[in-house]
Nanobody, 124 residues
Framework: QVQLVESGGGLVQAGGSLRLSCAAS????????TGWFRQGPGKEREFVAH????????YYADSVKGRFTISRDNARNIMYLQMNSLKPEDTAVYYC?????????????????WGQGAQVTVSS
């Protein structure tokens, strides 16, 4: 079992920055790929980015490429999402998730473990 806990959400003005953290516990080594999803009001949950812990290879959704950076601290089992140049469209609940499967995984159904979510609100 893998447990994930998000932190770092909050309110920020458009153009500002925010960093989310996701602390992992349990059988974390079984889940080599972890990522971030988000769900805005009235929208479906969408993929943001993921990272492979063994080598740091990352993959980003086009909507955040160049603005967001995903990273991890292997020693502390913490994953981060640095969000820069934030837009009102980025307003959503952000979830961290883990999958047991390798490869590019952009569907929520491909992830087995989920955190509770962190609210990010971007004002204009």
């Amino acid at each position: 079992q893998v447990q994930l806990v998000e932190s770092g959400g909050g309110l920020v003005q458009a153009g500002g920055s925010l960093r989310l953290s996701c602390a992992a516990s349990g059988r974390t080594l079984r889940s080599d790929i972890t990522g971030w999803f988000r769900q805005g009001p009235g929208k479906e949950r969408e993929f943001v980015a993921h990272i492979r812990w063994s080598d740091g290879i990352t993959y980003y959704a086009d909507s955040v490429k160049g603005r967001f950076t995903i990273s991890r601290d292997n020693a502390r089992n913490i994953m981060y999402l640095q969000m820069n140049s934030l837009k009102p469209e980025d307003t959503a609940v952000y979830y961290c998730a883990a999958t047991l499967w390798d490869g590019i995984r952009v569907l929520a159904s491909q992830y087995q473990y989920w955190g509770q979510g962190a609210q990010v609100t971007v004002s204009s």
